[in-house]
C-alpha cells in the first residue's frame, strides 16, 4: 500500500548525483529513511532518522555520500545522493514509521547508474 510520495529517480552516470524526495504527511513520525533493493538481493536500510536524540544514521556503503534531510515542517524527506556507484544501482523506497507504531512505505523508484 502506498502511504508516501516519491519521486527523483532515474538514470545517472557513476560519479553523477540524485536527488530522491519523499512526500510524507503531517504525522508526526518516531523514525523516518529511505532503504534499497537491488536485483537478488534483499532490501537494506540506507539511512534513517530517528526522533529519539534527532540522530541521522547511514549505511557503511554509503556514508560520505549520501546524505538524509528533512524539512521544517517535516513533510518532506530528501536523500542527495552524490558520488554515485554501479552498486547504488536499485529501487528505493521511503519509510515512515509513526509514534503508534503505524509503518508508511513508498512505491519505490528506480535509480539506475550507469558507466
Known amino acids: 500500500q502506498v502511504q508516501l510520495l516519491e519521486s527523483g529517480g532515474g538514470l545517472v552516470q557513476t560519479g553523477g548525483s540524485l536527488r530522491l524526495s519523499c512526500a510524507g504527511s503531517?504525522?508526526?513520525?518516531?523514525?523516518s529513511g529511505w532503504y534499497r533493493q537491488a536485483p537478488g538481493k534483499q532490501r537494506e536500510l540506507v539511512a534513517v532518522?530517528?526522533?529519539?536524540?534527532?540522530?541521522?544514521n547511514y549505511a557503511d556503503s554509503v556514508k560520505g555520500r549520501f546524505t538524509l534531510s528533512r524539512d521544517a515542517a517535516k513533510i518532506t524527506v530528501l536523500l542527495q545522493m552524490n558520488s554515485l556507484k554501479l552498486e547504488d544501482t536499485a529501487v528505493y523506497y521511503c519509510?515512515?514509521?509513526?509514534?503508534?507504531?503505524?509503518?508508511?512505505w513508498g512505491q519505490g523508484t528506480q535509480v539506475t547508474v550507469s558507466s
Open positions: 532518522w530517528t526522533r529519539s536524540g534527532n540522530t541521522i
Open positions: 503531517r504525522v508526526i513520525f518516531n523514525t
Open positions: 519509510y515512515a514509521r509513526s509514534l503508534i507504531g503505524i509503518d508508511y
